[in-house]
């Protein structure tokens, strides 16, 4: 934890509230589920899985569609990350054309 930084619990708490009734999209939904709380959202929707399969690079070890890194999607849209420390702890936004799950 850092200091002077809001707890896991409270952080849950706020997301929680931001996401309530609403459709939330989100990279890698399966792993933030883990830590936060979507249930009050209207709807969840994983963008890593729309642009695997988009990518169209095959596991045959997994027999699904690789799943790529979150900064490759993300520059692959022409998204620039917008000039911050934050980033350290996660993305603060999801490039817009990959929420729709679009590509270049």
Do not use: H
């Not at 619990?9 to 939330?24: F, H, L, S, T, Y």
């Not at 729309?50 to 596991?59: P, Q, T, V």
């Not at 350290?88 to 590509?103: E, I, K």
């Amino acid at each position: 934890m850092v200091a002077g930084s809001p707890s896991s619990e409270d952080v849950r708490k706020i997301v929680a509230e931001i996401v309530r009734g609403r459709d939330v999209v989100i990279y890698n939904a399966e792993f933030d589920r883990q830590f936060l709380d979507f249930a009050a959202a209207r709807s969840i929707a994983c963008c890593m899985l729309r642009y695997a399969e988009n990518d169209g690079e095959w596991s045959e070890y997994f027999g699904n569609w690789r799943w790529q890194r979150l900064s490759a999607a993300a520059g692959e849209t022409g998204f620039v990350w917008p000039k911050s420390g934050a980033r350290r702890g996660g993305c603060p936004s999801v490039p817009p054309r990959l929420a729709m799950g679009g590509t270049t």
